[in-house]
């Protein structure tokens, strides 16, 4: 008898591989937490802690695609 095998999924097609907007924003704000904490909560630096940490995240996003 012939054996069958699931066929398996590729992740980078599987579409729940995909970060939610919501999930994206998630790791933005936890990578900008620790971008501020790591330079002593400067809150004039809130918005340059931000840009920093999406830019990262994207980063790292683009890199698994």
């Known amino acids: 008898m012939k054996r069958t095998t ?3 999924a590729n992740p980078k097609n599987d579409s729940s591989s995909h970060l939610s907007a919501s ?5 933005i704000a936890v990578a900008a937490y620790y971008l501020a904490e790591k330079n002593g ?7 340059d802690h931000w840009l920093a940490a999406e830019a990262e995240i994207d980063q790292l996003l683009a890199k698994e695609e």
Do not use: A, T
């Not at 999930?23 to 790791?27: E, K, T």
């Not at 909560?41 to 918005?47: G, I, L, P, T």
């Open 6 to 8: 699931k066929k398996e």
């Open 23 to 27: 999930q994206r924003q998630s790791y």
């Open 41 to 47: 909560f400067n809150s004039d630096c809130d918005v």
